[in-house]
T-cell receptor, first 108, second 112 residues
Framework: EDQVTQSPEALRLQEGESSSLNCSYTVSGLRGLFWYRQDPGKGPEFLFTLYSAGEEKEKERLKATLTKKESFLHITAPKPEDSATYLCAVQVDYKLSFGAGTTVTVRA | NAGVTQTPKFQVLKTGQSMTLQCAQDMNHEYMSWYRQDPGMGLRLIHYSVGAGITDQGEVPNGYNVSRSTTEDFPLRLLSAAPSQTSVYFC???????????FGSGTRLTVV
């Protein structure tokens, strides 16, 4: 059975305090790993897709990396507007399996 | 270009009632999916479609029906609503299934 586990469940950061979110997965036939951002009351917003171990993607203060068993989302010098829930998902065939998410709160 | 549009945004149903959640996309995407999101459980796949006329079950399909008569529309039908179906429902679409899915803004459903 495909499993996606995100940690920690919640993360409270001071503005400028860098940190990392973890997404570990157990799947057969991974087609891609996705990171999404979700704000309260809204749908998930696509951030990154990673396809193979060693791959990295960056967008502003966010950087996603991928190994054979896990992915990390690094947040560098976060700002309050980075506060959100970050979701990790793996794709097998045409289906996405999501982790429960990490809720990040950045205090000014 | 509206993306993925879901209606209604909010709905309250009584146990046993039926209803249809609407989803439409204007990006000519072949792949469309329905998810439900419950606290602490993440998004779970209900049904998906890889093109008009083709649908399949996801992780939690019981109590839901779908059809895909056009590329644009992918409605989700609740046959006989139960309190366990209280959730936030998201529709998503993708051009190929291998790229990022675009999500709608969700429908918050309460079954009493």
């Amino acid at each position: 059975e495909d499993q996606v586990t995100q940690s920690p469940e919640a993360l409270r950061l001071q503005e400028g305090e860098s940190s990392s979110l973890n997404c570990s997965y157990t799947v057969s036939g991974l087609r891609g790993l996705f990171w999404y951002r979700q704000d309260p009351g809204k749908g998930p917003e696509f951030l990154f897709t990673l396809y193979s171990a060693g791959e990295e993607k960056e967008k502003e203060r966010l950087k996603a990396t991928l190994t054979k068993k896990e992915s990390f989302l690094h947040i560098t010098a976060p700002k309050p507007e980075d506060s959100a829930t970050y979701l990790c998902a793996v794709q097998v065939d045409y289906k996405l399996s999501f982790g429960a998410g990490t809720t990040v709160t950045v205090r000014a | 270009n509206a993306g993925v549009t879901q209606t209604p945004k909010f709905q309250v149903l009584k146990t046993g009632q039926s209803m249809t959640l609407q989803c439409a996309q204007d990006m000519n995407h072949e792949y469309m999916s329905w998810y439900r999101q419950d606290p602490g459980m993440g998004l779970r796949l209900i049904h998906y479609s890889v093109g008009a006329g083709i649908t399949d079950q996801g992780e939690v399909p019981n109590g839901y029906n779908v059809s895909r008569s056009t590329t644009e529309d992918f409605p989700l039908r609740l046959l006989s609503a139960a309190p366990s179906q209280t959730s936030v429902y998201f529709c998503a679409s993708s051009p190929t299934g291998g790229n990022g899915y675009t999500f709608g803004s969700g429908t918050r459903l309460t079954v009493v």
